[in-house]
């Protein structure tokens, strides 16, 4: 269904999630399970394929609601033996575990080995939760939890095996455990310093037993590196974008503090880093929404019953999206009321209130405001998530044309947000019958595409809804003759799941690559200061360091100085490269000596030195020339996959080849549909081993595109072999 975010056809995860199975069927030979069932405890359980890492977890159940865990088998041989259970992302070094368990300075802890876990919880590697104690019938082993995963609502556990998770509340953990004997240590994880980073690479973690991600192995590796304060840990990306783009792009937005994970499913936090991008965007866009004579208002969040299903086609498709608040407290709302998943229906009563002459018109109106569509597809961060985001532009002209003028105004600014903020390049055309907004008339959009995953996404839709909503909502006014006249109305919008789609563009095995017009910060300038400099060395090179972060920010450059004296400057390097930062600044010792400065680019690593006096004109044509050559390249990639097919036979294999498909089409709705049917039939034909899904390989129409080749008289169509009567553009799509 076309709509402005597209939010509704979305899928990353080409893997199923996990399926929810009856939990009675297992009982009667997992004992934590007929444990959990006989204190009645309300759970569900899900089949999945073998998580023995918190990332395959994260893959298979990671959408569910409720938290993760990370489970440690730990054993100091004086002490005892510990299971630490955390939020996933706590740190897991046995120096602060040490601490944290209270063991006394003079304490040896170490991650105990597989052989210890069998004979002790008797559980294999990666199947280990809390649940486990239940088996340690000798009480060899402490249970410590983390005292934030007790506050959870939920929390999804393996029951005792890695291809099961158990979702419960948090709080009958506590009851399960005192049943089974076992009433933990509560761990608070605030109460201890996070321990200082390093530059040390992600190892695979071999010596820890449960879904941890690291264990200590930094510490060792930071004694290296680290000049001056030594130990902790620097999560690298792990994975690359070409061997699983999926957990590549989370592992890029957590690592580089866009985005954090929420407890409920499909709802995420975005972070200032995040949230910058998402300024620029809008700084960019009001201004320009401005020029073209909107002005900006606030609606209310929430929607009459009555209000929303005034208009009843509109909505009838999209109607198990709509989430409704039923109670206050323990009281029953006399009526539901629906938050907006979109504002038709809220704003257009306004409108016939407002619109009465012609002199009311144009009436056009935007709002920045936030939407809750309540996905049940696979969530992911920016591109589909429950709660996104936006701005929602409506209008109402006194004429077809005027109307159709704002609509295509409006999508250019969509084109310049993508091509001109974002670096990515964009195909401007209109949906077919289709995909269109089926409140409107015509719907008009903006397509990427997605070389790393080879699929394309919306990014942005402007509709023409002739006077449809007009003679549902009654808006009438008097024209210039004294007659009676329904305005001509648009709508238009854009998400933040912009910010998603420029993430996928351009980063990289190292993190984000952020284009400059949208980088926080689009510099940041690192001094090298090592140990053995005199004071005075140090200080004239932070007294450097500050007057070209002065004269950048006089230049009008969002510039970061990083003098902080416990990261080494490697460490920094990786922290800044994982943030995607356009330009880093070096200078060292001898840059002072010489008044020159290291300038390194994120997006192609290229280096260069530069006199002191040049820095600021200089910083700013790099920025641009990034700026270029990251939207080069990404069209480069994109036009390299964009292939023109005139016959079936030619079809689905450019599709298998991640292309994007312009054919000659009859525009027929029934041949699209053919087309959706054939290459889903093709595709899947012969792949039983194939996890692909039906719809993940079903070709739909992006758009026709604007830009028409040349359609001589003539050419059939590639499907029905009927006349063309335009390009259509196809592909496989999020
Ligand atoms: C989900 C639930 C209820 C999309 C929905 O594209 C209603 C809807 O109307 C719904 N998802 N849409 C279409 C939104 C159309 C239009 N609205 C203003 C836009 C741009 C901004």
Redesign the pocket.
């Known amino acids: 269904?076309?709509?402005?975010?597209g939010?509704?056809s979305l899928s990353l995860q080409d893997k199923e999630p996990a399926v929810e199975m009856a939990a009675g069927a297992e009982v009667g030979e997992n004992a934590s399970l007929a444990k959990l069932q006989e204190l009645n405890v309300a759970l569900k359980l899900y089949q999945h394929p073998e998580a023995t890492t918190i990332d395959e977890q994260v893959q298979h159940v990671g959408h569910l609601q409720g938290v993760l865990t990370k489970n440690l088998l730990l054993r100091d041989k004086k002490i005892g033996t510990f299971l630490v259970t955390a939020l996933h992302d706590r740190p897991t070094d046995t120096k602060t575990l040490a601490k944290l368990l209270k063991l006394g300075g003079k304490a040896n802890l170490r991650f105990a080995d597989e052989k210890i876990l069998e004979s002790l919880l008797k559980v294999k590697r990666g199947a280990v939760s809390a649940l486990a104690v239940l088996n340690d019938t000798e009480n060899a082993v402490t249970l410590a939890i983390d005292k934030a995963l007790l506050e959870q609502s939920t929390i999804n556990l393996h029951p005792l095996r890695n291809d099961r998770t158990v979702s419960m509340p948090a709080a009958a953990l506590l009851t399960y455990l005192k049943a089974v004997g076992h009433e933990p240590v509560v761990l608070d994880f605030d109460s201890v310093p996070a321990p200082a980073p390093t530059a040390a690479p992600l190892k695979k973690d071999k010596k820890s037993n449960g879904n941890c991600e690291r264990e200590d192995g930094g510490a060792a590796a930071a004694k290296k590196t680290a000049t001056v304060v030594p130990g902790g840990t620097l999560l690298g990306i792990d994975v690359s974008k070409k061997d699983n783009f999926a957990l590549w792009y989370t592992r890029v937005i957590t690592y580089s503090e866009m985005i954090d994970y929420y407890d409920i499913s499909g709802c995420y936090i975005l972070r200032p880093w995040a949230y910058s991008m998402w300024e620029s965007i809008q700084r960019w866009l009001d201004a320009e929404i401005k020029e073209l004579g909107v002005e900006n208002a606030y609606f209310p969040l929430f929607v009459s019953k009555g209000a929303l299903e005034r208009e009843k086609d509109?909505?009838e498709g999209?109607?198990p999206?709509?989430a409704w608040v039923t109670k206050s407290g323990d009281t029953d709302l006399p009526e539901p009321i629906a938050v907006r998943?979109?504002?038709?229906t809220i704003m257009y009563p306004l409108f016939k209130k407002w619109i009465r002459s012609h002199r009311d018109l144009p009436l056009c109106l935007n709002q920045w405001s936030n939407v809750v569509?309540w996905e049940f597809k696979y969530p992911t961060p920016f591109l589909r998530s429950r709660e996104f985001l936006?701005q929602?532009?409506?209008t109402a002209h006194a004429s077809f044309d005027e109307s159709q003028q704002m609509v295509r105004d409006i999508l250019d600014l969509y084109k310049q947000v993508y091509q001109d903020l974002l670096a990515v390049p964009v195909i401007q055309g209109r949906k077919t019958e289709m995909e269109r907004?089926p409140?409107?008339d015509i719907?008009t959009t903006v397509e990427a595409y997605i070389h790393g995953s080879g699929r394309s996404i919306q990014g942005a839709?402007?509709?023409n809804l002739g006077q449809n909503f007009g003679k549902m909502f009654d808006i009438q006014y008097e024209d210039k003759a004294g007659g009676h006249a329904i305005p001509w109305q648009t709508?238009?919008?854009i998400t933040t799941r912009s910010i998603g789609v420029m993430v996928m563009a351009h980063g990289d095995d190292k993190g984000l690559v952020l284009p400059p017009r949208v980088a926080p910060k689009q510099v940041v300038v690192i001094p090298i200061v090592k140990a053995s400099l005199s004071m005075e060395k140090k200080e004239a090179l932070q007294a450097y360091a500050m007057r070209l972060v002065a004269s950048l920010k006089r230049g009008k450059v969002r510039v970061h100085l990083d003098d902080r004296d416990n990261y080494t400057p490697g460490w920094k390097y990786n922290h800044w490269e994982q943030k995607g930062v356009p330009l880093r600044l070096e200078i060292g010792p001898l840059d002072l000596e010489k008044g020159t400065v290291r300038v390194v680019r994120r997006d192609d690593g290229s280096k260069e030195d530069m006199a002191e006096g040049v820095v600021v004109e200089t910083v700013l044509q790099r920025l641009n020339q990034i700026h270029k050559d990251m939207f080069e390249r990404c069209k480069a990639q994109r036009d390299e996959k964009l292939v023109r097919v005139t016959e079936w036979k030619d079809f689905v294999p450019a599709l298998e080849k991640k292309c994007i498909v312009l054919t000659p089409f009859v525009n027929e709705t029934e041949w699209e549909e053919e087309v959706k049917r054939r290459s889903r039939e093709e595709a899947l034909a012969g792949e039983a081993e194939d996890d692909r899904t039906a719809t993940s390989v079903a070709a739909k129409t992006l758009c026709i595109p604007f830009d028409q080749p040349e359609l001589p008289a003539g050419t059939k169509c590639f499907v029905s072999g009927k006349e063309a009567t335009c390009w259509v553009l196809w592909g496989r799509s999020y």
């Open positions: 269904m076309a709509d402005a975010s939010v509704a509109h909505v999209f109607a999206e709509v998943p979109t504002s038709e569509r936006w929602e532009g409506h907004f409140g409107g719907t839709t402007s509709h709508s238009w919008g």
